[in-house]
């Protein structure tokens, strides 16, 4: 049986992952700069400073995994909380982390929207099978370990 605490590790592990895709907009960033792409002072400006696509891919994919995986983190602390972390709660927590990984991997890379749209769909639904596990488990006592 897992420890209590292993639900904590897919936190950390899409924690780190995030802090992957933020140091890789930095490069990006700091590597338009250095070319004379854009001036370092349109970086004053996110959302609006002049970009290379492939920094704007890294920008996007960054806002992704602040997003949705927000209700990730709740509900991995919820059920750290209630200590009910483990079964089917745990391996959803990793298959959720392994498609957002998934996911910015084909957003960062070529980006076709036919192959990652469908990692996007199952990772939210992965989410939702999370998030009924750990109410059934909270509420409930059982039902979907």
């Not at 909380?81 to 079964?87: K, L, P, Q, R, Y």
């Not at 998934?102 to 769909?121: D, E, G, W």
Request: aromatic letters at 14%; charged letters at 10%; proline letters at 3%.
């Amino acid at each position: 049986m897992p420890s209590k605490t292993a639900i904590l590790q897919p936190v950390f592990a899409l924690v780190a992952w995030t802090i992957c895709v933020l140091l890789l907009l930095s490069f990006r960033r700091f590597k338009e700069a250095r070319a004379a792409r854009v001036a370092s002072k349109d970086g004053a400006h996110a959302g609006s400073a002049p970009t290379t696509f492939t920094a704007t891919l890294a920008n996007r994919n960054y806002i992704n995994l602040l997003e949705s995986p927000v209700l990730f983190y709740i509900a991995c602390l919820t059920a750290f909380v209630c200590d009910v972390g483990s079964g089917r709660m745990l391996a959803f927590a990793w298959l959720y982390v392994g498609l957002r990984v998934l996911h910015s991997l084909i957003h960062v890379t070529y980006n076709r929207v036919a192959y990652r749209f469908p990692v996007f769909a199952a990772s939210i639904a992965i989410l939702v099978l999370l998030w009924i596990s750990l109410a059934l488990r909270v509420f409930y006592g059982g039902g979907a370990t």
